[in-house]
């Protein structure tokens, strides 16, 4: 495993006449944000930035991608342990969307180092420097929860490599030239035999490969309670880290509504006795997981994008086996 590194890579990819990647003019199109406009929002200051999305949390959105559509799920928020109000609920939610995702990777790229250590706060930071001095490979397993997507821009910033398993890498996107690298591992919908025998290499090699644990969709996939209700998870993750020995550490981030930034680097799932059959050592793995999941959706519930939620809402015993729809 390689320490954290100070080079810098950085490749763009095709672009249109107005200098806009396919993938972002995509983005750009479904929010009905011009190239030229989000540009411009891109360089707004960031306090400015965080008080329009106060602004739109109380009902006066000055862009579009900051209205709010309120849903009312009684089970689930009889559940919430959440103590925030339900301005900086909302507040916290905008900050979780895509646009703001992008603008925070930009934000946190460009920033003066004393700014970014004042806005980013980091626990857990020890059990990823154990993995690395222990030669493992690192899975660090996020989730649709908050701006997961800040979580490899923060640590390349801070100068390490990892290899991001996304259909896009936003990083390339958005220009960005970070300390460390950030290398794509290109997923299409499904966790597929060529992206798993990529991250399977990786992790031999003791690489750090960023991904999400809360996936619905593939073959590898089983049904577990959450929150009180049926839904899929992918077993990717599960079966990556025994055959690899790789550390697993699930991570989250969140933002709250001043735009303070938290990343949380938890310790390591359990891979369970060798002895033990691999089907129930994953299940344990991924019911530690689900529990995670379930206490961050309780306690932050504005971190909750809006997307996750319409998933949450889902039945997904109608559909296949699996869980795919």
Known sequence: MKEPSRTTEVSVADEDASGTSPDLARILKKFAISPADFKTFLEKPYDEVFTAIRAAAAGRPSYPFMAQRHHTRPKLEA???????????AARRIAANRIMSLYLMHGFTLMPEQEFKRRLSISGLDHLQEAVRDKRGVILLNSHFGPGRLIPVILA?????????????????LKLSLPGKVSHIALGKNFNLRVLAEIRTRLLAGEIVHSTGDGMNGNATAEYRFLGKSRPFTMSFGHLALSTGAACLPVFVRSDELGAVRLEICPPLDLGA????????IAKMIDHYVDLLEQHWLADFGNVPTHSLGLFDRDYTRGSATGTS
Do not use: C, F, Y
């Not at 559940?79 to 609920?89: K, L, N």
């Not at 060798?274 to 050592?281: A, Q, V």
């Open 157 to 173: 910033r801070m100068g390490w490599d990892l290899a991001h398993v996304s259909p896009i890498v936003e990083q390339t996107m």
């Open 274 to 281: 060798k002895n033990t059959p691999t089907p129930d050592r």
């Open 79 to 89: 559940m919430v342990s959440d103590v925030a109000t339900e301005e900086q609920i």
